[in-house]
């Protein structure tokens, strides 16, 4: 069975910089897409960015474009969320998940089978 544990979550200042891990086990994440998503206080649970590994095909929320970038590495089997210009909405556990697929990837939850079991980020000054 797929397991994913996430990494790199920890506080920062406005403006700055984490860099986010997703590390699989079990299988591997080629023919899978993996999403980033988000818990906020008092928020809905949103998606943030994901990735088809198979093609490299990324989509992103609009709320993190230009910001936040998704990326993975086959031979580490982990996928990766780098964020910069960090806000203090971006506050948030963040969670990876994967699903099997090979077309274009899609934010909503719902669907996804596997889960890590989050990261807190705290951006505040």
């Known amino acids: 069975q797929l397991q994913l544990v996430e990494s790199g979550g920890g506080f920062v200042q406005p403006g700055g910089s984490l860099r986010l891990s997703c590390a699989a086990s079990g299988r591997a994440l080629d023919s899978h897409a993996v999403g980033w998503f988000r818990q906020a206080p008092g928020k809905e649970h949103e998606g943030v960015t994901c990735l088809t590994t198979s093609s490299g095909d990324t989509n992103y929320a609009d709320s993190v474009k230009g910001r936040f970038t998704i990326s993975s590495d086959s031979a580490k089997n982990t996928v990766y969320l780098q964020m910069h210009r960090l806000k203090p909405e971006d506050t948030a556990v963040y969670y990876c998940?994967?699903?099997?697929?090979?077309?274009?990837?899609?934010?909503?939850?719902?669907?996804?089978?596997?889960w890590g079991q989050g990261t807190q980020v705290t951006v505040s000054s």
């Open positions: 998940a994967a699903v099997r697929l090979f077309g274009p990837c899609f934010f909503s939850g719902g669907h996804y089978p596997y």
